[in-house]
């Protein structure tokens, strides 16, 4: 952005910030992007009389950047790895196997997240990771059920109802791992398959992802 241009980019505005404005400037360099940072400070706070966070403003690479939660590379929108760290926590607590409530709540707890963090981040070009987290999130909520059910007669039970063979169903219930290894083993995934966790309403961020980009629901 040459001087000429940002600073009738600057004019143009006519003070209208709303509060807390955030703004990306994306320049050819970086002596141009010191320059315009400096300039755009001092035009935002001497002609405006408004303030600048100086600890969020800064000159870096593209890549680098964060906005809004998302990050740049290779001409696309990325969802930035600080947001996805965010999101995986957030996961994990309402996916807690300690939480004590019943599975349709824990689902209706975790829909609620999903369809606003992926009607918000998923605008991004983000469709192998929207698979890969559907991927995890359903293990998470295969380890919720397995915990559930607790003890091992509970278990085998449950898994003949889904339609597991006995030995099968009788080798996942008596196994000495834990609910995380568990979740991976094939007779629980032949059971809480993604069939039977979409009949127990679980969201899908891939389903997310399509529908925001191509409008299929």
């Not at 059920?145 to 080798?171: C, H, N, Y």
């Not at 609910?179 to 969201?203: A, H, V």
């Amino acid at each position: 952005m040459s001087g000429d241009v940002h600073v009738r980019f600057c004019e143009s505005l006519r003070g209208r910030f709303p509060w807390a404005t955030l703004l990306t400037i994306l320049v050819r360099s970086r002596r141009a992007g010191q320059r315009v940072l400096a300039s755009i400070t001092r035009f935002v706070q001497e002609k405006l009389k408004l303030l600048v966070n100086e600890k969020k403003s800064r000159v870096g690479p593209v890549k680098e950047t964060k906005f809004l939660g998302f990050g740049f590379k290779y001409g696309y929108i990325r969802i930035h790895e600080q947001s996805l760290k965010k999101f995986k926590q957030e996961v994990r607590r309402l996916t807690n196997r300690n939480w004590g409530i019943s599975m349709n709540k824990q689902i209706m707890y975790l829909n609620r997240y999903l369809r606003g963090w992926g009607n918000y981040f998923l605008i991004a070009n983000a469709y192998q990771l929207s698979v890969d987290l559907d991927h995890w999130i359903r293990r998470r909520i295969r380890m919720c059920f397995w915990r559930q059910w607790r003890k091992p007669r509970t278990k085998v039970r449950s898994l003949l109802k889904l339609g597991v063979p006995e030995k099968m169903a009788i080798d996942c219930g008596i196994t000495s791992k834990g609910p995380w290894r568990s979740s991976r083993t094939y007779g629980i995934n032949m059971g809480l398959n993604d069939k039977f966790l979409r009949e127990q309403g679980l969201l899908s961020l891939r389903e997310i992802w399509i529908s925001l980009h191509y409008g299929v629901s």
